[in-house]
């Protein structure tokens, strides 16, 4: 019984490592949601798009080679060079801006008028086109992420908990990883928020576009910086979610967690998105954990969605948001 | 001067409520329909029947389906992937649990199964709105193709997990499994078409059709002046569930014969139909027929050009599928949001003028 | 318009049976006191005016009254019984039709489809009948649609009947709903700020479809106005609003002269 409930605890914090990787995706959503109040669907995909842009980058890949090659009988590949991580990494970074300020000239520029629901319908194109981009660019087969990051079970938590309870925890030092770049992240995001002048400037966009406007705050320039950030966001879950599970197509459909993630901690908190991710990551572990001998397996599936469902019928507004009070 | 509707007087309310009430489009309605029932069965081919007809019949019915939720209700649902493996299994589950059933009632009672699944899942739209339900829905859709891939009591505990569709014949000719004739596919096909299109044109034109509206409209004024918010959402969840339903079953026992629910009804199929009624237009009945055939022809006819002509390989016309296709959704929402039903209505007012500019 | 405030002794209107009676209601949003312990009635037949500054609560009031926010404390009474708290739509049932301040009508819709809307609560045909345009569904749409043609003549507006109502000017988006609200044939209407926005023709065009719906339909109204010669000029009764509370009751030439009133509007040195 003590061994099932220290099991029951690792699969806990497990679950806890996974919700925090949930939450880093989540970030990015609750960014542009909070400035723009565009409902950003793509969010999923531009993770998947990020990391894929890198590892194409570190391996030298061509952009595009095969349709290259499709269309002028060549047959190139690679640039053969690799590059380092941290250039890597830099120009990914650099990929995402150009992506953020594509998004707002060919896309954001017109629609800014347009109900919340065109948006959010004009980002699952958004999704779409830069699914086949993505795939089109940098080839669609799974592939490993290359960096040093740590890996492999920490020692030092298996022997300690070994020790102290008569059972070792298997704790992931990826995880351990991520959880500390979701914690810096956030933070800086926090403070950037605070304290700098664009982070000002953000939070009175999010508070009233109008109003924004009329003090002279240019709301483009403001949709370009966020949806880097948020770019960049993804990209660093990208990074991670790739480090654990390579770097292929279902990625996008993990992030798509990250949406009753939000719906649990309300789309404009960023404590809620953490908060929101965390209970989602153990609720879905450990829910498999105690159903999969009765309703079998692969619930991760539709949990997260199914919880976000019912705590909305009982509270619509999420965990964070603010009462609604309707007016006609 | 080709078109034209002046000399023509509606003197009652009743003329005037008629779906073509001018006597130009009646009689080319009437004669699209002639050519569809009588002309087309008699010189389908297989290609054009499983490459063409058969995929736009059934995915226009899908379309019909989710436009009554969210052109006509204002309900977003990407749930539409799931709602047609619940057509598709229970269309299964009937057909091999009743042999004797006549497959067309299977079928229909197919679409009230996925109308019952539809109800429930729609009891959350009270409370929720907006995108927050579009990802409530995500629930029914990640849920449901759960349940048809862990369930094997859903594919009758078949060793590949699949399921594959009985032989039925209607009037002595089948019209399921591997022998069935191409002109047999369309024509019931075409009849599901055609049945549900007028059911769905009855029920926007009349009460539970405006009441839809308002709810899409403005959901609070619309509770104000009398409209059951509760009842009009419902019925809107099981009217387009019903469709859905319809076309999932059509989509597994007529057109592709054996499916597997994580495949053939992925969360993709569920944006699939979105993007034709975007495209199509919102709240049109036309609309859905042409998005759906827009979605369904273009990969069709990308995969001719650039596979067939320029001989590059599929996966690139696959992306480049992907690519148009978001780029147009795009296009579509800032260019011209009211989708092809506006611009065929466009090209009707320069009709009615032609050939004098002004 | 002034031939009405003259026959203010005309029997008919403010001596009939009470429509509506409401005791003692108090509205609370968290911790802020929308309304008051307000209390009044509207009798059958009558011009019912609820004047006062901004934020005193008169929305509010309409609002109540219609279903949409229900009061912490206090009784409604609708002829006759005692309302429980119910759903808008229920509310809509019983025969109480509204406008709004900031025009609600249902854009992408056509005018004739919002006229038509707003007789939802009158058409009976089932669901199935519906589906299958099948007789009485075809013969109830077209006796509904004569009745909403009626409407339409009498409001003027026939020139609009199939053109989506988000098009339409201001004026005219105004007329429509007045339009739609007395679709469902109410037995009170309620009218928010009917007058908002318009010019001098237009407040005279309104108030005398206001007038003529009340002398030819019989129909009571209660409205929400700040065009105080209007008011004065078409209402029977008046209730005066302030921070919520009830500062005033009577006919219009006892609230002209009620220090209350005056003080309110024009602010007391303090």
């Known amino acids: 019984m003590v061994e099932q409930l220290l099991y029951a605890i690792e699969v806990s914090l497990n679950g806890l490592m996974t919700g925090i990787l949930y939450s880093l995706v989540a970030l990015g959503f609750v960014l542009i949601f909070k400035a723009s109040g565009v409902f950003n669907y793509a969010q999923g995909i531009m993770v998947l798009f990020a990391a894929l842009t890198l590892v194409g980058l570190q391996a030298g890949q061509v952009p595009f080679a095969h349709l290259i090659n499709a269309v002028f009988g060549t047959r190139i590949y690679s640039f053969g060079w690799n590059l380092p991580a941290i250039a890597a990494i830099a120009l990914s970074a650099m990929v995402m801006v150009v992506l953020a300020m594509a998004v707002e000239k060919f896309i954001l520029k017109f629609l800014v008028h347009q109900e919340p629901v065109i948006l959010f319908m004009a980002t699952i194109g958004l999704a779409y086109f830069l699914e086949g981009f993505g795939e089109l660019m940098w080839g669609g087969e799974i592939k490993p992420l290359d960096l040093p990051l740590p890996v492999g079970i920490s020692d030092t938590i298996e022997s300690a908990t070994f020790e102290r309870f008569g059972y070792g925890f298997f704790i992931d030092k990826l995880d351990i990883a991520a959880a500390c770049v979701a914690a810096v992240l956030v933070l800086s995001l926090v403070l950037f928020f605070q304290y700098s002048k664009i982070g000002r400037a953000l939070r009175a966009v999010a508070d009233d576009h109008q109003a924004a406007l009329s003090v002279g705050i240019s709301l483009r320039y403001i949709w370009v910086v966020i949806w880097s950030i948020a770019g960049i966001v993804g990209l660093a879950a990208g990074i991670m979610w790739g480090a654990k599970s390579g770097v292929q197509f279902s990625l996008s459909l993990i992030a798509l967690k990250a949406l009753p993630v939000l719906m649990l901690g309300g789309f404009t908190s960023i404590p809620g998105a953490i908060l929101g991710g965390i209970i989602i990551g153990v609720g879905e572990k450990l829910f498999d954990f105690f159903m999969n001998p009765i309703i079998g397996g692969a619930t991760e599936n539709w949990f997260a969605y199914m919880l976000a469902l019912i705590f909305l019928v009982f509270r619509p507004q999420g965990l964070f948001g603010e009462r609604i009070i309707e007016r006609v | ?358 | 318009m002034s031939d009405k405030a003259n026959s203010e002794a005309k029997p008919k209107n403010g001596s009939g049976e009470i429509l509506m009676e409401l005791k003692g209601i108090s509205l609370r949003f968290g911790g802020v006191l929308a309304i008051s312990d307000v209390s009044f009635d509207i009798k059958e037949g009558e011009i019912r005016a609820i004047i006062g500054p901004n934020g005193a609560g008169k929305s509010s009031m309409l609002n109540v009254i219609s279903g949409f926010y229900h009061p912490q404390e206090g009784e409604i009474w609708f002829r006759g019984e005692r309302r429980p708290s119910m759903r808008p739509h229920r509310v809509a049932a019983q025969g109480i039709a509204r406008t709004f301040q900031n025009i609600a009508l249902f854009k992408r819709m056509t005018t004739l489809d919002n006229i038509m809307t707003g007789r939802m609560t009158l058409m009976k045909s089932s669901f199935a009948a519906q589906a299958l345009w099948w007789g009485p569904a075809e013969r109830e749409e077209t006796e509904h649609r004569e009745k909403a043609e009626r409407i339409i003549d009498f409001l003027g507006i026939q020139a609009i009947r199939k053109i989506p109502v988000g098009t339409l000017p201001y004026g005219l988006q105004k007329r429509v709903e007045l339009g739609r609200a007395l679709a469902a044939e109410p037995k009170l209407l309620l009218l928010d700020e009917p007058m908002a926005g318009m010019n001098v023709e237009e407040k005279e065009d309104m108030s005398r479809f206001i007038l003529d719906v009340n002398d030819e339909f019989g129909t009571t109204i209660a409205l929400i106005e700040h065009d105080m010669g209007v008011v004065m000029d078409i209402s029977d009764r008046i209730v005066v609003m302030d921070y919520g509370k009830k500062i005033g009751d009577g006919r219009p030439a006892e609230i002209r002269n009620n220090q209350h009133v005056i003080d309110a509007y024009l602010g007391v040195a303090h």
């Open chain 2, 1 to 358: 001067m080709l078109y034209r509707e002046a000399g023509e007087f509606r003197t009652s309310y009743p003329d005037d409520s008629q779906t073509f009430p001018i006597a130009f489009d009646k009689f080319r309605y009437y004669a699209i329909l002639a050519v569809l029932f009588v002309g087309v069965p008699f010189i389908v081919n297989d290609y054009w029947a499983n490459a063409v007809l058969v995929p736009v019949l059934v995915w226009s019915i899908a379309a019909l389906g989710l436009n009554i939720l969210t052109g006509y209700c204002g309900q977003i649902s990407l749930g539409t992937g799931g709602f047609m493996a619940v057509g598709a299994y229970s269309c299964y589950k009937l057909m091999t649990a009743f042999p004797d059933l006549n497959v067309v009632f299977c079928i229909f009672l197919s679409g009230f199964v996925t109308a019952l699944v539809g109800i429930v899942f729609g009891v959350p739209s009270l409370r929720i709105k907006g995108f927050y339900l579009a990802v409530a829905t995500l629930a029914a859709q990640f849920f449901l193709v759960w349940l048809f891939n862990g369930v094997p009591w859903f594919y009758n505990y078949s060793a590949s997990g699949q399921i594959t569709v009985p032989e039925r014949t209607v009037f002595g000719i089948a019209v399921t499994g591997p022998y069935t004739e191409p002109w047999a596919k369309y024509l019931i096909c075409m009849f599901f078409v055609f049945v549900l299109a007028w059911l769905a044109r009855n029920l926007t034109r009349s009460s539970v059709g405006r009441s839809w509206m308002a709810i899409r409209d403005m959901d609070i004024a619309a509770e104000i002046i009398g409209v059951n918010p509760l009842k009009a959402k419902l019925q809107a969840f099981a009217v387009s569930s019903f469709f859905v339903g319809i076309s999932g079953a059509l989509f597994f026992s007529v057109y592709l014969g054996a499916v597997e629910a994580s495949e053939a009804f992925g969360i993709n199929q569920s944006f699939l139909v979105l993007f034709m009624v975007i495209i199509g237009g919102l709240g049109s009945i036309f609309g859905s027929f042409a998005g759906a055939a827009f979605i369904v022809l273009l990969p069709v006819l990308l995969k001719n050009l650039l596979v067939g002509r320029l001989s590059w390989p599929t996966d690139i016309a696959t992306n480049s599928e992907f690519i148009i296709v978001g780029a147009l959704i795009i296009f579509f929402l800032i260019v011209e949001p009211h989708g092809l039903a506006h611009l065929a209505r466009l090209f009707k007012e320069k009709l009615r003028l032609w050939p004098f500019p002004h």
